[in-house]
């Protein structure tokens, strides 16, 4: 494996086999004077006796048409990349294009190397075979001095096309990461799957199969034709892809105990919710709210009669929402106002003292890390609710929380004492009396990557001046 110099990568579909292989046999723990079971004996001896063959394979050095070296071509990367379960690789061609429509596609760089032990899901792989692929396509642009917009990247994993065209902060930090890596240098394009060269380092080629693989030497087909000719794919990208994150889960714990013994023993039953039935789940608790503080109001309008002339919630000519017959609304004069969503023309009603305002307020404060004002919060809450003295209500469970206390808190403020005489006294020459001050160690790094060095801080500071 060593000994196999190659530093292009232009035999990686044969290395990788005993790449792989090896790897295969740090799994199962294989000593060095192991001998090896039969299946893993028939690999090696089969690479190894091909290894003979790799003197016949011939790979041409210039990326422009032989003969026409000097005349003016435009350069522009192609990058292939794949994944399977036993490596993720990356092929760069480099495609000089003439004026009179002359193509000519060479394998400039390729890379593969095996999955790591660890278990990785296939999308993951992909990508860093992407990366593996921005990677390479960045040193052969930086030799070959090509603008960054000239490079095109192929792939056969609807994944990596996806996460390409996908905004990358909608994914958890680290797969966000490596895709705006990845977007940064290239425009995805689909390829199928046997048109993909890079395809060919993820099974392994033999050496002859190799030597003669045209698409491997010179890249798919298509490449050679014009630009208008090559495959395109209208991609969509769907919402929800791998690496995503996913919305808050919230498991719901239905406990049937009411004395039946069976049913208390299989305590608790856990349910995802969806969001519907979430939204439900809280206007359940509106309603409750608002029948235990409006009884009379929330009779006469569930049973479809109009509010008596002396009800507390008759400014605020309340309906119900068809969708939620049982919720109190603000009737509000926005009820044209069709651009904006259902609960912030017709908010749904809170009474001041209820347990399931001071909840919500609660939550909504923890959501804000307790770091708004209480008008503030009222300003997030009334978005969706209208809280009856509403005011009241933010500025009295501010008074209570005991995290926004801690939060807010002013620093006091002690008197400071009037400077001792050693400070003030003369001679006032700069540094004749000093206060000294010491602190450490500090890890410090000087420059990329070195190991941390252990430092010392000394303070002298002047006492006069
Ligand atoms: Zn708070």
């Known amino acids: ?17 005993s790449r792989v292989m090896f790897q295969e046999l740090c799994i199962l723990g ?20 091909e290894l003979g063959d790799l003197a ?27 994944a399977s379960d036993a490596a993720y690789t990356a092929n760069v061609y480099v495609r000089a294009e003439y004026p009179d429509g002359n193509v000519r596609v060479t394998l400039a760089l390729a890379k593969a190397r095996p999955c790591p032990i660890k278990k990785m899901s296939i999308p993951k792989l992909e990508l860093k075979g992407a990366m593996l692929g921005v990677c390479l396509a960045q040193t052969v642009n930086d030799e070959l001095d090509l603008p960054k917009a000239d490079a095109t990247n192929w792939s056969d994993s609807m994944n990596v096309l996806h996460w390409v065209r996908a905004h990358s902060r909608k994914f958890k930090i680290d797969v966000g990461n490596r895709i705006a890596e990845v977007q940064e240098y290239l425009a995805g394009n689909h390829v199928l799957g046997k048109l993909n060269p890079a395809d060919k380092s993820t099974r392994g080629l033999t050496v002859a199969k190799l030597a003669s693989d045209s698409v491997w030497w010179s890249g798919p087909e298509f490449l050679v034709q014009q630009h208008n000719e090559w ?9 929800e892809l791998p690496g995503m994150v996913k919305r808050a889960q919230v498991m719901a714990f239905a406990v049937h105990t009411r004395g039946d013994p069976e049913a208390a023993s299989t305590a608790a039953d ?67 106002a069709s651009h904006l969503p259902e609960h912030t023309r017709h908010p749904i009603i809170l009474p001041q003292h209820h347990r399931i305002t001071q909840l919500i307020v609660d939550a909504e404060d923890r959501k804000c890390d307790h770091s708004v004002g209480p008008n503030h919060l009222l300003a997030n809450l009334m978005l969706r609710l209208w809280i009856i003295r509403g005011k009241v209500v933010t500025r009295s ?52 990557g070195k190991t941390q060095l252990k430092r010392y801080l000394c303070v002298f500071s002047c006492l006069q001046s």
């Not at 000994?3 to 044969?14: C, E, H, K, T, V």
């Not at 294989?30 to 089969?46: F, Y």
């Not at 801690?406 to 206060?435: D, E, H, M, N, Y």
């Open 397 to 448: 469970h501010r008074a209570h929380c005991v995290l926004c206390k801690k939060k807010w808190a002013t620093v006091a403020l002690q008197q400071i004492a009037p400077l001792p005489l050693f400070r003030t006294a003369p001679p006032c020459r700069a540094f004749s009396r000093v206060g000294v001050d010491y602190a450490g160690p500090f890890r410090t790094k000087q420059g990329c």
């Open 56 to 82: 016949l394979i011939r790979a041409p050095r210039c990326f422009k048409c032989p003969g026409r070296e000097s005349s003016v071509a435009t350069l522009s990367l192609h990058v292939f990349t794949d």
């Open 270 to 336: 856990s349910v995802e919710l969806k969001s519907e039935e979430l939204q439900r789940a809280e206007c359940h608790w509106y309603a409750i709210a608002q029948a235990e503080s409006y009884p009379a109001s929330y009779r006469q309008l569930t049973s479809g009669k109009s509010l008596a002339a002396n009800d507390p919630l008759l400014r605020l000519n309340p309906v119900l929402h068809k969708d939620y017959p049982c919720v109190l609304r603000v009737g509000g004069r926005l009820k044209t």
């Open 231 to 239: 495959p395109s794919r209208q991609i969509t990208v769907p919402k």
């Open 1 to 17: 494996m060593a000994s196999i110099f190659d530093r292009r990568g232009q035999l990686a579909p044969f290395t990788i086999r």
């Open 30 to 49: 294989v000593g060095w004077d192991d001998p090896l079971d039969a299946e893993h004996t028939r690999r090696w001896t089969s690479c190894f006796s």
